[in-house]
């Protein structure tokens, strides 16, 4: 009986794991799928991102997540080292190669053919195109993802041979056109500034990751920046919780904000204690609470900016750090 009760003490960590994975799953099965709040907001907020370098490789996606563990991926990533890579993918049109381990992108579901909707190639085709901005583009692409490619793109070279992206053609005619241009090493700090801007909605984002910043830790990364912790990269959702530093730096920048007028003792911030809260503040949102314009606290929100302000019950916050009340 004994060893009965200790096997499930260990196997209900991992029940509770997977029904948190499976509660993120974004299933994008059908046509409709493109108008998923999900979708539309990666795409709004994938304006915010630029390629590094003058050269972007336009890859197709796989059904494996994140993509670079997949067998197609790995064989792209032995010719594309030192290059900007973004994946095609629809609903979520593009992503960005520092961006594959984030939720959505990492958390989706769709079959992947190639072959695409009108919708599909339209929607794709625009995204690329306002990321690319005019820099060079080797688009390594067949079917679906292609058309969206010359649909959309003035001019790129394209190396894919028979629709087959991974055969020993497509892969040398890649390899050949990538020797004609110089390869970059991108930052580990300028990868992070890309979760952070997609995270926050903003290029002024970059500050969460200053210059002289140490990452710390093999799978959920900290930024530490002046021997004070920052915020942390999650490795389940590849998105960052903040520190009380990070959320200093979010008021000065005005993203996310809620205003109380009252000192915080709990780690719960309840609706009737809101005076002002961003607008743009959705469920699940990293956000940072002040009072008197100094920071109080840094959480995650439960309800919507909007809904803090009208409700006159319920948690708005729940609070990961604050200043503890010196009374």
Known sequence: MKKFFLAIRFIIPFIKIKNEELSMKVLCTIDESLHRPE???WRERMAHLQPRGEVVVVLPCSMKKPYSQSKSHQIFRRATKG?????????FGICPREMEQTYPIQSYDVSTTGDWSREEIEVTGKSLKGYVNGREVVAHVAGGYRKACEEYLEHAVYTCEDGRPTSKESMENLKM???KHHRVK?????????????QFNTRKADSLIPEGAMIKGRFNRRIIHEKEQVAVLHFETGLFSLNLKGGSILRDIGKNVIEIDFDLKTNTLFAPGVVDADPDILPRDEVVIFRDNDVVAVGRAVLAGEEMKRADKGVAVKIRHRYKSST
């Open 39 to 41: 979708a539309r907001r």
């Open 83 to 91: 290059f900007q890579e973004v994946i095609l993918t629809s609903p």
């Open 177 to 179: 056109e990538l020797k």
């Open 186 to 198: 991108i930052k580990s700090l300028e990868k992070l500034r890309s979760i952070a801007r997609y």
